[in-house]
């Protein structure tokens, strides 16, 4: 079955360090995927997607993200975080054909320190 | 421009109670999907419809019933609630079913006590 795995509950960096949310996912043929953001009391909100093309995808409020076969990743980078960073970060895939839902994985916490 | 609607955003029950959460969108989508969110295990789906007329089983439907009543409004009713429901539940719409862009709402937060 098709699964995501994001290894970091939750990451805390300083204010204008570099940040980079890691996302694994099962999936024999070539995924879809998605980077959602949720910030506290809200809903979640699309940050980019990968669905074909060029690996590595630019998204909103700076970040971008890097798609490796190889490694069945897709990774979420900012060069430079700022404190309305502050949320939770949902890695998705859609195994599409055969199955067309959103897989979320469990979700990654960032905290800014200042 | 609304988007995704959610009625109510907060919700407590008691146990055996029966309710139905509100859902509408206004960009004109095919999809609508409901999520419940539980600390630490992201978002899991319940139920989804691909298109107004269909509705289909997710990953944790029971318990759970819902209705596509037209092509904005997606309605998930618990009819006896228990409090391993306690949850967020959040309703998201789609353009089309499959690998698309999933717009959500606020989220409603139900307890039952």
């Known amino acids: 079955a098709q699964s995501v795995t994001q290894p970091d509950i939750h990451i805390t960096v300083s204010e204008g360090a570099s940040l980079e949310l890691r996302c694994n996912y099962s999936?024999?043929?070539?995924?879809?995927l998605f980077w959602y953001v949720q910030s506290p009391g809200q809903g979640l909100q699309l940050l980019l997607k990968?669905?074909?093309?060029?690996?590595l995808v630019q998204g909103i409020k700076g970040f971008e993200a890097e798609f490796k076969r190889s490694q069945s990743s897709f990774n979420l980078r900012k060069p430079s975080v700022h404190w309305s960073d502050a949320a939770e970060y949902f890695c998705?895939?859609?195994?599409?054909?055969?199955?067309?839902?959103?897989?979320f994985g469990k979700g990654t916490k960032l905290s800014v320190k200042p | 421009n609304a988007g995704v609607t959610q009625t109510p955003k907060f919700q407590v029950l008691k146990t055996g109670q029966s309710m139905t959460l509100q859902c509408a969108q206004d960009?004109?989508?095919?999809?609508m999907y409901w999520y419940r969110q539980d600390p630490g295990m992201g978002l899991r789906l319940i139920y989804y419809?691909?298109?107004?007329?269909?509705?289909d089983k997710g990953e944790v439907p029971n318990g759970y019933n819902v209705s596509r009543l037209n092509k904005r409004e997606f309605s998930l009713r618990l009819e006896s609630a228990a409090p391993s429901q306690t949850s967020v539940y959040f309703c998201a719409s789609s353009e089309n079913w499959g690998p698309d862009t999933q717009y959500f709402g606020p989220g409603t937060r139900l307890t039952v006590l």
């Open positions: 960009m004109n989508h095919n999809s």
């Open positions: 999936y024999g043929a070539t995924p879809y």
């Open positions: 990968y669905f074909s093309g060029d690996t």
């Open positions: 419809s691909a298109s107004e007329g269909t509705t």
């Open positions: 998705a895939v859609v195994a599409f054909p055969g199955q067309g839902n959103l897989i």
